[in-house]
C-alpha cells in the first residue's frame, strides 16, 4: 500500500488513498471495539464501536468524492482515471465512469456498505444484538475496505502521465441508465448486509425469538425493492441498447443478480411464519445467510472472469479473495447455526396442509428449487471447462425449461395464500374461497382461446392472472365493508394493502413477459432513399440519413417514416472504440405494444440504410408492473393507524 502514496506523483491519488487507509483503520478498531463489548458486555465500547462506523462512513465518503473529483479533472496522474476516463467525454459519463470498471465498482460498493452501517448505528437498539451487529458489519467493511485499499484500489498512482486517457467502455456510455441500474443494484445487493448482521447476532447471543426477525423485515424490504428495480431496469436498459428487443437473455452476470433476489423474496414470505407461528426459526437464518452469500457469489462471478458475459468486468486480481470471503460467510453461517440448532427449534403444533404457511412454505421450496437451478446453469459451463478443458454454454431453452413452469406454480400459489387462514382450513372452505377467483380465471382462459391465444403458457399465464387478480379484489372488497370504506383499509393495513398492490404488479409483469415472449415478431429489410418497403404488415419509407459528430465521436441517424410516424433509430461509433457500431433503436412504446426499429448497416454515402422491425406485445408491462411492485413494497413500510372504531371494536373483543 506505501507504493500508492506519493504526493509529488499525483496528489489526488494519495488523498484517495490515505481516505481508504484511514476508513480501514477506523473499522479495525471498530471491529475491536465491537467483539469487546459483546464478550464483556461492557456499553462503552459498544458505543464506541458506534461511533467509529461514523469516522468510516465520512473517510470512505470523501474517497468517494476524491475519485470523482480525479474523473471530473481528468487528473491522469491516477491510474483509473487513464485506464477509463478521456477528456472529451461527458460529464455525465465521467460522473458514471466511478462504477464502471473493477476499482471503483467496488469502492461504491465499499461506500454503500459504510452508509447501510452509519444508518444502522443511528437506529440500532440498545439490546444484547447491538454490539455483535455493529461486528458483523464490520467485518464486511474490513473485507472490502481492505480490497479497495489494496489490490483494488482506484488510486494507484502513474509515474508518466499520458495527455489524455483510454476512455471508458464504449458500451456503458450509450445510455443514461448507466447513472441508475448499477446504483440500484449495489444498493440492493449491500443492503442484505444489515439482514445478515442481525441473523448473526441472534446466533452469536442465542437470542432467537422473533425480535430480530421483525427489526430485519424492514431492511430486507427496502434492499428487496432496489435489487427489484434493479433487475428490471437492468432489462429495459438492454432493451433501449443492445439492439436485439429482448430485455433478458439468462446471462450469468443477470442470473447472479436473480438469485439473491429469489431467496429474498422466500425469505420475506417465511419470515411472517416465525412472526405469527413461531416456526421455520432454522429455515429463515439459513434463507438470510444464503441471501447475502449469493451477493457475494454473483460479484464473484463478475468480477473474476470466470464466467464470459456482456456485463461482466475483464479479468481480475479479486476473484480468489471475493471466492475466500464467500466461504468464509457460508462457514460462520454453517457452524453458527449448528451451534445454536438446540434454540432453533419450531414451536406449537405442526402446519396443516390446507393453511396459509403451508402455501407460503410451498412457494419457499419452488423459490429455492428456482434459485438453484438458476446457479446450476450458471456455473455448469466453468465446471464442465474446468473438468475437461472444453467450452460449453447453457443457452436459454434449458432455462426456459424450468422458468415457466416454475413461474406458473408460484402464480398458482400467489393466488392461493392470502385466501387461506393461518393454522388450519377445511376443504370445504379452501373450494368455497376459491369458487369465485378460480371462475374468474377460467373465464379469462376461455376468452384467450376465443381471442386467438394458443401457447399454454400464455393462456396458464392469462387464467392465473385473472385468478390472482379476482382473489385479491375479493379480499380487498370484504375488508372495505368491515371497516366502512377502502381508505380506512389502507391507514390501519397498510402492510397487507401493500403487499397485495406488489402482487398486481407482479401479474401486470408477468403478462408482460408471458405475451411479449411468446408474440414478438421480426423483419429485417434493406431501405434505399425514397424508397417503400412493407415489413409486418408496416410501409416503411427511409426519407435520409444525417451525420452527427462529437468530440467522442460519431452517430448515423436515419429518417424512417414507418406507419406514418417518423422513427429515428442511431447508429453510434466511440472513438475508444474502433469501428464497432453501438445501436440505440428508435422505439414507439405502446399500452398493448411497442413497436421497435433499430438500424443494423448504414451506407457510407447515405443511400441506404438496413433495419430490422420488431413488434413486442405488452412489453411495457413489464416496467409498468415493476414500478407498481415497488410502491406496493414501499407502502408495507407504513406504519398502521388504528381507527378509533377499530380500537372499541378489538377492546370489546379482548373483554370478551
Not at 455483535?132 to 509515474?159: E, N
Request: net charge positive; aromatic share 12%; charged share 10%.
Amino acid at each position: 500500500m506505501l507504493n500508492l502514496l506519493s504526493f509529488q506523483t499525483s496528489a489526488l491519488g494519495t488523498s484517495g488513498q490515505l481516505a481508504l487507509l484511514a476508513a480501514l483503520l477506523f473499522t479495525l478498531g471498530g471491529l475491536w471495539l465491537a467483539l469487546l463489548g459483546g464478550r464483556t458486555g461492557d456499553a462503552r465500547a459498544t458505543e464506541a464501536a458506534r461511533r467509529a462506523l461514523w469516522a468510516v462512513f465520512g473517510f470512505t465518503t470523501l474517497a468517494l468524492l476524491v475519485l470523482e473529483v480525479a474523473l471530473l479533472r481528468d487528473d491522469f496522474s491516477v491510474r483509473y482515471v487513464a485506464q477509463h476516463s478521456m477528456r472529451v467525454s461527458p460529464t455525465w459519463v465521467k460522473v458514471t465512469t466511478l462504477w464502471a470498471a473493477l476499482e471503483g465498482s467496488i469502492l461504491l460498493w465499499a461506500w454503500i456498505l459504510s452508509l447501510y452501517a452509519f444508518i444502522l448505528s443511528l437506529v440500532l437498539r440498545r439490546d444484547a444484538l447491538r454490539p455483535w451487529a455493529l461486528g458483523a458489519m464490520y467485518v464486511s467493511l474490513l473485507f472490502f475496505l481492505g480490497v479497495v485499499a489494496s489490490i483494488a484500489s482506484p488510486f494507484t498512482p502513474l509515474a508518466q502521465i499520458p495527455l489524455d486517457g483510454a476512455g471508458p467502455n464504449p458500451a456503458l456510455q450509450n445510455h443514461w441508465m448507466m447513472a441508475v441500474h448499477p446504483v440500484l443494484l449495489y444498493l440492493g445487493f449491500v443492503g442484505l448486509s444489515v439482514p445478515f448482521a442481525y441473523a448473526v447476532a441472534a446466533l452469536v447471543t442465542g437470542r432467537l425469538s422473533e425480535h430480530w426477525i421483525v427489526v430485519t423485515r424492514r431492511w430486507t424490504l427496502v434492499a428487496w425493492m432496489f435489487l427489484t428495480a434493479a433487475i428490471v431496469a437492468g432489462g429495459w436498459w438492454s432493451y433501449e441498447t443492445l439492439g436485439w428487443g429482448g430485455y433478458w437473455a439468462w446471462d450469468p452476470v443477470e442470473n447472479a443478480s436473480f438469485i439473491p433476489w429469489l431467496l429474498t423474496t422466500a425469505f420475506l414470505h417465511s419470515l411472517q411464519i416465525q412472526e405469527r407461528r413461531r416456526q421455520l426459526r432454522s429455515w429463515n437464518i439459513w434463507l438470510v445467510v444464503l441471501s447475502y452469500s449469493s451477493t457475494v457469489l454473483g460479484t464473484f462471478l463478475n468480477r473474476s472472469g470466470i464466467v464470459q458475459s456482456v456485463h461482466a468486468f475483464s479479468n481480475g486480481p479479486v476473484g480468489a479473495v471475493f471466492l475466500g470471503f464467500l466461504a468464509l460467510l457460508l462457514i460462520a453461517g454453517i457452524g453458527l447455526a449448528a451451534w445454536r440448532s438446540p434454540y432453533l427449534q419450531s414451536e406449537g403444533e405442526p402446519s396443516a396442509p390446507l393453511s396459509r404457511e403451508s402455501a407460503f412454505l410451498a412457494g419457499n421450496w419452488l423459490f429455492l428449487v428456482f434459485s438453484a437451478m438458476v446457479l446450476l446453469g450458471t456455473l455448469f459451463p466453468v465446471l464442465v471447462e474446468a473438468a475437461t478443458g472444453h467450452k460449453t454454454s447453457v443457452g436459454g431453452p434449458f432455462f426456459d425449461a424450468f422458468a415457466v413452469p416454475l413461474g406458473l406454480g408460484l402464480l398458482l400459489l400467489m393466488g392461493v395464500g392470502p385466501l387461506l387462514p393461518w393454522r388450519r382450513a377445511s376443504g370445504e372452505k379452501l373450494l368455497a374461497a376459491l369458487r369465485i377467483p378460480g371462475g374468474v380465471g377460467l373465464l379469462a382462459l376461455l376468452v384467450g382461446l376465443a381471442a386467438g391465444v394458443r401457447s399454454a403458457g400464455v393462456l396458464l399465464t392469462l387464467a392465473l392472472a385473472a385468478y390472482n387478480l379476482a382473489g385479491l379484489g375479493l379480499l380487498t372488497v370484504r375488508a372495505a365493508r368491515e371497516r366502512g370504506n377502502y381508505l380506512a383499509l389502507w391507514r390501519e393495513q397498510p402492510r397487507r394493502q401493500g403487499a397485495h398492490l406488489a402482487h398486481v404488479g407482479l401479474v401486470v409483469l408477468s403478462l408482460g413477459l408471458a405475451f411479449s415472449g411468446a408474440y414478438k415478431t421480426s423483419g429485417e429489410a434493406t431501405l434505399n432513399r425514397g424508397q417503400s418497403v412493407t415489413l409486418l404488415g408496416q410501409p416503411l419509407l427511409l426519407e435520409g440519413v444525417q451525420r452527427q459528430t462529437y468530440p467522442y465521436g460519431s452517430s448515423a441517424i436515419a429518417h424512417v417514416r414507418l406507419g406514418g410516424q417518423l422513427f429515428e433509430p442511431r447508429s453510434n461509433l466511440y472513438v475508444q472504440g474502433g469501428n464497432t457500431l453501438y445501436p440505440t433503436p428508435a422505439v414507439r412504446y405502446g399500452l398493448f405494444g411497442d413497436t421497435y426499429l433499430v438500424a443494423t448497416a448504414f451506407d457510407s454515402a447515405g443511400s441506404w440504410v438496413s433495419v430490422r422491425l420488431i413488434q413486442s406485445p405488452l412489453v411495457s408491462w413489464i416496467w409498468v408492473g415493476m414500478l407498481i411492485v415497488v410502491l406496493g413494497a414501499g407502502c408495507t413500510l407504513v406504519s398502521p393507524r388504528m381507527s378509533v372504531r377499530h380500537t372499541v371494536a378489538s377492546g370489546a373483543m379482548a373483554a370478551d
